[in-house]
């Protein structure tokens, strides 16, 4: 019960028993008041009555005594009135029984009235003779007090509601500051950190509004310099100053996260970047200059990469760039390898000097190391300076024997025959408790068949599919599948969690129908919960957002993957109110040796629980890794460590 209701039950039961209170003492004084009126009115009756029989009684004139009584009784005032000699023998009497009509029976046996027997003794010369006994009729009296009764409780009762009715709206008016409050309180719970500008006229109130508002503002504030700081660290330990692409040691996370996730990334490419004589420009042109040419090839960069391979930019020294695009084949690798060369070519910002850029290109398969492809996409970067013009090579390292990459019709035709028969394969990979090795949920990772019957994972197959405009189509097919999954399996207590693209996400229809099947399916849509990749997310923050209520009303769970991967302000948090954020993968492989990576991941790990919301890492591929984010108060942790993908739950 609220605490107005508790104070308006309060006031009204003070006021109850102030007006129930004040009705019974009001109708005892009436009923003393009517008893003193009956005791008067007989003894004056008998006085009068006395003095007006005393000549016939002397005349012993019974006739006109008799008269005489019968005359006043007849009034209707009286029970009795008789006349007795002082022996007790009756001269003259008059009686009635009391009928008492219009009064309530249990009125009259709730409130008796006495009426009382008056005398008076009338003297015959110095001697009593007789006396006059006279008793009044209590029936008028009640008939009085029944209708004084009826009034004073109409007012007490109209009075009492008035009251009620005041105290109501009083109570209604005064707390609705602590109303206010509650809402205050509830929204700083849930993420949102609201000032309440109108303060309350009552002074107790007014400090607490003062001190919510003073609290609500400090935890904001501290969540902001939290989320200001990790932010400053992180750009000053991964972030380019002059182009704000990540820099060398950014870049290597990544390398290195790329060659470790070999199920999202079996094969991609490496393009290293060089403008040649550079320090030569900054002599002659100035190093301003040289920084808007920096920034220009950084932006032409980005223009000629598509933004759906989610492709890794960064300046790795003073005029060197590098491009990491994952899940490329050798031919996709020489085409964007030209094409970058061929818009670099151009590049000229009003210098009577031509600009000169050398692009070298590894490719990445399966158990080809970090170094390995940094050292071919070096000696590819070698031979195109040898050719002392803009140009583009490719290394043969990671060429040879490399997986086998089809092409992007053929992977097409394959994700269509998926769809056609609702035919994705869901591996599972277990996201467990840090602090009890308990599971948290399982990922799916989604897979194709080709058509020996070998699978081909998403990393492979979405590139296609985002290119050819269905991965909404694959989203619905793979939301099905899993709550017919789960619908399978009633007595399990098991959930998983389902990418979602962005495509998808963005797409207001399938918003729409993704809502009415979770609510089709409300007796297991607790099991599934969604997430999607931060990329994706920061497109449209507000879209993001409102599927986020949307699902939680269901009880579905989202959560970003791949959390910090594209070095973006993270003060978004406060707005998406997300269940749960993955750290990406570049930040967590062997942190136990990276101190940078340790103060980033503790640092965002303090933010997240301060708005409510687990953090997962990703990759989590060693013992030293686990142990490290331990320590950091990460919540729970994926990887092959913990267990590696496979089909069945046992993983």
Known sequence: MTLSRQLILLVC????????????????NTRDYLENQLDSHA???????????????????IATMDSMVDAIFDRGYYTLISLEKMDGSIIVKSSQPVKIEGVPEWFVNLIPLNAPFRSSVITMGWNPGAKVIVQSNPGYAYDDLWDSAAGMLRWSLGSLLAAIIIVIVALRFILSPLRDIAKQALAIASREFPILEKLPRTRDLRVVVLAMNKMASKVENMLAEQTELAEKMRREAYDDPVTGLINRRG??????RMVTAKEEVPYGAMFIVQIADFDDYNKKNGYAAGDELLKQVTQLLADLVEPSREPVLARISGSEFAVLIGNLSVEEAQEIGESISRGLGKVNLGQTDDITLHIGVGYYRAKLSAADLLAGADMALRSAQRSGETSCCLSDTGVAGSVQVRGATQIKEMIQNAIDAHGFVFYFQPVKMLA????????LLARIKDENGDLIPAGVFIPTAERFGITTEIDRI???????????SPDSSNTFALNLSATSVLNQEFVDWLCDKIEASSSVAHRIMFEMTETGALI?????????ERLREHGVSFGLDHFGAR???????????????????????????????????????????GLEMKVIAEMVESESDFNTLAGLNIDAAQGYYLGKPGESLDV
């Open 478 to 488: 793979l939301v099905e599948q899993v709550l017919e999954m789960i619908a399978a």
């Open 540 to 548: 449209d923050l507000e879209r993001v957002s409102t599927l986020v």
């Open 567 to 609: 070095h973006a302000s993270f003060g978004y948090l406060k707005s998406l109110k997300l269940d749960y954020i993955k750290i990406d993968g570049s930040y967590v492989v062997n942190i136990g040796d990276e101190k940078e990576n340790q103060f980033f991941v503790g640092a965002i790990s303090k933010i997240a629980h």
């Open 13 to 28: 039961l003070l006021f109850f028993l102030v007006f129930a209170g004040t009705f019974f003492i009001s109708l005892q």
């Open 251 to 256: 870049f290597n996370l990544n390398l290195d």
């Open 436 to 443: 009890d090795g308990q599971v948290l949920h399982y990922e």
């Open 43 to 61: 003894q004056d009756t008998a006085t009068s009555l006395g003095l007006s029989l005393k000549p016939h009684l002397e005349k012993n004139d």
